[in-house]
């Protein structure tokens, strides 16, 4: 009987005294990797104008079928996308779109904390996907507070 509570004590010291490899999530956060595929972020020109062109390349390229554009076109001939919408809950973060972007339009970010309350929170659309993921999640922490 005392046999195995000693070797059980002889665990916990053991593990009492070794360097913690678990973290106190969500007060610390993991740092990833460079070149961590996270949520995406559609970029702009200096002047604020959406670098994509609507080719359709990574919508085509996306294997989970779960990038939706509406092409649209300006006074000068530019097209843009009138919609552009990515359903996160879809995506297996491969980064398809990424490397077949020939604008550097869509990039993938560090952020990984994207889960959400429901499917349709998870499609995420233009105005969202411009938006600076870290800068998102902060207003919607604010505004949850
Ligand atoms: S990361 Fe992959 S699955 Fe996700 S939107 Fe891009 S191509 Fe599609
Ligand atoms: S993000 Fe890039 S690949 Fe996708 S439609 Fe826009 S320009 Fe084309």
Known sequence: ?????????????????????????????????PRWRGRHFLTRFESGKI???ACM???TACPAECIRIVAAVEPDNR????IYEIDLGR???????VEVCPRHAI????VYEI???????LILDKEALMTPPQERYVSKERKAG
């Open 51 to 53: 670098r994509c062109v």
């Open 1 to 33: 009987m005392i046999i195995p509570l000693l070797q059980g004590l002889k665990l916990t010291l053991k593990f009492f005294f070794t360097k913690k490899i678990t973290m106190r999530y969500p007060e610390e956060k993991w740092e990833v990797a």
């Open 115 to 121: 889960s959400e309350y429901s499917r349709e929170a």
């Open 79 to 82: 097209k843009y996308p009138e």
């Open 91 to 97: 995506c297996i973060f491969c980064g398809h779109c």
């Open 107 to 110: 990039e993938m970010t560090p």
């Open 57 to 59: 390349l990574c919508a």
